[in-house]
Nanobody, 126 residues
């Protein structure tokens, strides 16, 4: 059974930073681990992910240059470092495991992810 647990959300002022964690257990080797967010009344939006093969992150245009994904293999935990936060970054943030084993391309659609964490709220005040 795959389990993903996010933590680290909170309230921060615009321009501030937060670091989210995604602790994974179960079968995750060979799968991309992605980050998504969902604001009230909006669809779930891709934020970034780490490829299973090279472990090189890729990002949505809206966060590239401000957010950075890293991984601690020993802890089986991914991190989403969020800098220069804006009010429009306010959302529930989720991590997820890709549906496909060893995907050959970037996995950006939410329906390409099978297992999801419970989410963590990030609120950025202006």
């Amino acid at each position: 059974q795959v389990q993903l647990v996010e933590s680290g959300g909170g309230l921060v002022q615009a321009g501030g930073s937060l670091r989210l964690s995604c602790a994974a257990s179960g079968r995750t080797f060979g799968y991309d681990i992605g980050w998504f967010r969902q604001a009230p009344g909006k669809e779930r939006e891709f934020v970034g992910a780490t490829t299973w093969s090279s472990e090189i992150p890729y990002y949505a245009d809206s966060v590239r240059g401000r957010f950075a994904i890293s991984r601690d293999k020993d802890k089986n935990t991914d991190y989403l470092q969020m800098n220069s936060l804006k009010p429009e970054d306010t959302a529930i943030y989720y991590c997820a495991r890709s549906r496909e084993l060893m995907p050959t391309g970037e996995v950006r659609a939410h329906n390409e992810y099978e297992y999801w964490g419970q989410g963590t709220q990030v609120t950025v005040s202006s």
